[in-house]
């Protein structure tokens, strides 16, 4: 049993990707061309949005997100409990993350907190879907829109997850994937995604990626920007997995509802399942002989790269301690290896 078995997942379809990386080696175009432009036009027909700009990994896509709001000196609400991509994008793009605690149900943002630190300074909502579950998208919209404030979803790990009959893609002002190879939708290198309704952000964030400039008139940079553009191989690879990825879903959503129903634990149907993430006290003193993930051990207020936002010990309690019990079961395998594991965990829950 493997966590993750990224070879039996390209086997199942090996065919088809060795045909779709041949078509590119033999069409000359490496960078952008007709590979990324489907891929994009796919991504927004799949999101049911007007834009998908590609960039070349999930951290790019919050980075330029944020840049193309300019939250330079500007405060960022998001959450403690999550990949320190999501906090780095804001720093580097010139903001200031607020934190506010996490729900103990699904791990995400509080939305209930969210407005005791709103600011004359704050500029955007960052929450994260994290493991593929949804945050309560309704209400914090609903709050943006009250206090004027940019949303920016952090769906890296939640391709293909709905949320109001839609998919993920549409309700924030700007929604960011990430094409890391063991995303629901992955490629075999670094990738990602930025799509919206929103014309002008659309158009900044094609400049930011390609230094300042549009592909048609490279040599006359309007802005400062960089180099953040998908390849077309992962493209190409892309495009044949995007065919896919729903089945897949699927699949880990029938794996998550039999564990959660085995285990006792809550089932989220809109969720999208990169993860099936679950939680053990004393988690330390456990003794598994399965493949797990911890994700993630240590919330980020109490990261030594950013203690000097002046966070503390206990400022966000649900965070800390769900940090110190939750555990990813490996979900794509078979029932037989998912009784294994529910055998076990049953010792423990």
């Not at 061309?33 to 896509?61: F, H, P, Q, R």
């Not at 960022?76 to 906090?87: D, G, L």
């Not at 592909?215 to 006359?220: G, I």
Request: glycine content about 6%; charged content about 25%.
């Amino acid at each position: 049993m493997e966590f993750y078995n990224l070879t039996k997942e390209y086997n199942e379809i090996k065919d088809e990707i060795n045909q779709a990386i041949q078509n590119v080696l033999n069409s000359g175009q490496f960078i952008g061309g007709k590979e990324v432009e489907y891929l994009e036009k796919e991504i927004a027909n799949y999101c049911g949005v007007k834009y998908a700009i590609s960039v070349n990994s999930g951290t790019d896509a919050l980075l330029l997100s944020l840049e193309a709001i300019d939250i330079k000196g500007k405060e960022v609400i998001t959450t403690p409990f999550t990949f320190i991509a999501t906090v780095g994008a804001i720093i580097r793009a010139g903001g200031i993350p607020v934190f506010v605690d996490i729900n103990e149900d699904n791990f995400n943002i509080d939305v209930s907190k969210i407005k005791k630190v709103i600011t004359q300074n704050t500029k955007a909502i960052l929450p994260v879907h994290l493991f593929g579950n949804i945050c309560q998208m309704k209400k914090i919209i609903r709050l943006a829109k009250d206090y004027g404030l940019v949303v920016i979803e952090d769906a890296a790990q939640a391709f293909g997850s709905d949320y109001d009959k839609k998919k993920i893609g549409s309700f924030g002002h700007l929604t960011c994937f990430s094409f890391y190879p063991t995303k629901n939708l992955g490629g075999y290198g670094d990738g990602g995604m930025i799509v919206t309704n929103n014309k002008e952000f659309a158009y900044k964030i094609k400049l930011l990626k390609n230094h300042g400039s549009l592909p048609q008139s490279k040599y006359n940079s309007i802005i400062i920007g960089t180099n953040s553009r998908l390849d077309a191989i992962q493209a190409s690879i892309l495009r044949v997995k995007l065919k896919y990825v729903d089945k897949q879903i699927e699949t880990r959503r029938k794996n998550a509802k039999y564990y959660s129903e085995k285990l006792n634990q809550p089932y989220f149907k809109n969720s999208s399942y990169n993860q099936y993430t679950i939680r053990i006290k004393n988690r330390n003193k456990v003794k598994l002989n399965f493949p797990y993930q911890i994700y993630y051990p240590k919330p980020l207020h109490l990261l030594k790269a950013l203690e000097y936002l002046g966070y503390e010990k206990g400022n966000f309690p649900i965070a800390e301690k769900v940090a110190k019990e939750v555990i990813s079961l490996p979900l794509l395998v078979s029932k037989e290896e998912q009784d294994y594991v529910i055998k076990q965990l049953k010792n423990y829950i």
